[in-house]
Structures are given as structure tokens and as C-alpha cells.
């Protein structure tokens, strides 16, 4: 899922063609699980007494044109090593939102029919495009209702879900602004230009001999911070918080 920045003025068209799978997502694929669409992360929000069927399909309308990643296709290609955008289709939309009525339902039998669909909706995504996501409204009548989010874990991580609700809140303001439909931030440098880009840096780190010069090591001391070593071109480096180690290495590394 695509963040936001204000330096890189990005290509705002939809991307097509190959994506080159990232390490981990290479990594998901070799492990061969006997259920490889059942791996995913999700969230069950609050909404809006306001809110309704056709503003959550407007709302996920306007993920699927920000975020390309929801465009993909693993199906047929990634144990090769690669994943295709597909053009955008209509009717996505109904495969990816559901609409459930609860107005009627006690409100002690609420959560029980929730964690229920909630459950049912985990177990249907697929590693094609229009079924990496699935989003389900529970409409509880004059009080808040539920939204419900589940994303395969091949387009997104524990980071993308601030991005994902920051573009629902815009989206959401939108709508009550009166606009007709959304219209999130501008994208930010490609999926796919990332997944190249690390192709390209481990390339060009096999064609070099400085790769042997790399040692991470990982410690974990009882009663102790989680800090690694990074050993580079002899000289140890060291660690405590993740931030630090990001930094570390993107300074060794410019």
C-alpha cells in the first residue's frame, strides 16, 4: 500500500504489467502453505451513524484508484517470481463489498452475526485481483455501525493500515462535503518501481565483492532490548531501537 510524501512528484497514471515479487513476498510463496489466501491482516472500526452502502463502495472505489497494489494478480504468475496489474474492472466493487443489514438483530446477537461474516470474509479473499480485499458494512440502524477491512498480507503490512484509514477519513470528508465522489492524495513513487529497485540493489551487491564484507547479527539477551550488530567494511555497528538501525543502515548504504 502506497504512502504519502512531498518530495517525489510520482506518475499518477495506473500502473500495468509486471511487478517483481519483494523478498517477502517471495518468501510467502516458498513456503507453500497449504492455504496460502488465508493470511491476511484486518480491522473491525466504528462508524459514522451517517454512513451507508454506497459511501463504503465510494470509499474503496477510491482505494482501488490509489493503490495499484490491489490490482494485482498473483495467481498465475508469482511462483515465477512475478505478479501482473490487471485493469481496474466495475465490478470489483461488488466482489469486494458487502452490505449486512442488522437494524433488526438484537443488539446481544450483534457481535455473534458480526465475528461470524467477519470470520466468513477472512476465508474468502484469493490472489486475484478484486478479492485481495474485502470490506463488509454492518448497518445497526440509528446507531454506529461497524466497518469491517480484511487485506491479504501480500499488499499490506502492520504500516499500511495508516495509510489506509488516513485515505478513509479524507475519502469520508469528502462524501460530507457533498463531493459526488473521492479524491485521495496523489500517489507516491510506485509499488513497482520499489520492487525494481531492490532487484537492482541486490543485483549490482552480487556483482561486487562488498557484499562479503556484510555480518548481521541478530542478539536477543534475556531481560535485555532487541539491538543487532551490522558488521560493514570492518568496522561494527550497533543498534538498540528500529529506528536507529534503519538509519544506520541507510547512512552506510548512501
Not at 218 to 245: C, F, N, W
Request: proline content about 3%; some cysteine; overall charge negative.
Amino acid at each position: 500500500i502506497a504512502g504519502t510524501g512531498d518530495e517525489t512528484v510520482a506518475e499518477q497514471g495506473a500502473v500495468s504489467g509486471k511487478q517483481r515479487l519483494l523478498p517477502i513476498q517471495k518468501r510467502f510463496f516458498e513456503q507453500q502453505y497449504p492455504v496460502p489466501t488465508h493470511y491476511n491482516q484486518s480491522v473491525l472500526l466504528q462508524t459514522p451513524v451517517d454512513l451507508d452502502y454506497l459511501k463504503v463502495s465510494k470509499l474503496v472505489r477510491g482505494l482501488y484508484s490509489r493503490h495499484d497494489v490491489l490490482r494485482l494478480d498473483f495467481s498465475q504468475s508469482a511462483r515465477r517470481g512475478f505478479a501482473v496489474y490487471q485493469p481496474y474492472e466495475p465490478d470489483w466493487l461488488d466482489m469486494s463489498v458487502s452490505y449486512h443489514d442488522l437494524r433488526q438483530v438484537a443488539q446481544s446477537e450483534r457481535s455473534v452475526e458480526v465475528e461470524s461474516c467477519c470470520s466468513e470474509l477472512q476465508e474468502s479473499l484469493s490472489l486475484c485481483p478484486g478479492e485481495l480485499m474485502k470490506v463488509a458494512y454492518f448497518d445497526y440502524g440509528d446507531q454506529a455501525g461497524r466497518l469491517f477491512l480484511v487485506f491479504h498480507h501480500l499488499v499490506v503490512d502492520g504500516v499500511s493500515w495508516r495509510v489506509i484509514l488516513s485515505d478513509l477519513a479524507q475519502g469520508y470528508e469528502q462524501l460530507q462535503q457533498g463531493a459526488e465522489d473521492v479524491r485521495l492524495s496523489a500517489k507516491s513513487s510506485a509499488y513497482q518501481a520499489w520492487g525494481e529497485a531492490l532487484h537492482d540493489f541486490g543485483d549490482s551487491l552480487l556483482e561486487s565483492d562488498e557484499h562479503t564484507n556484510y555480518d548481521l547479527t541478530l542478539v536477543v539477551a534475556p531481560g535485555a532490548s532487541l539491538h543487532l550488530t551490522l558488521k560493514y567494511r570492518e568496522q561494527l555497528y550497533e543498534a538498540r531501537q528500529v529506528s536507529d538501525i534503519l538509519s544506520q543502515l541507510n547512512s552506510l548504504l548512501e
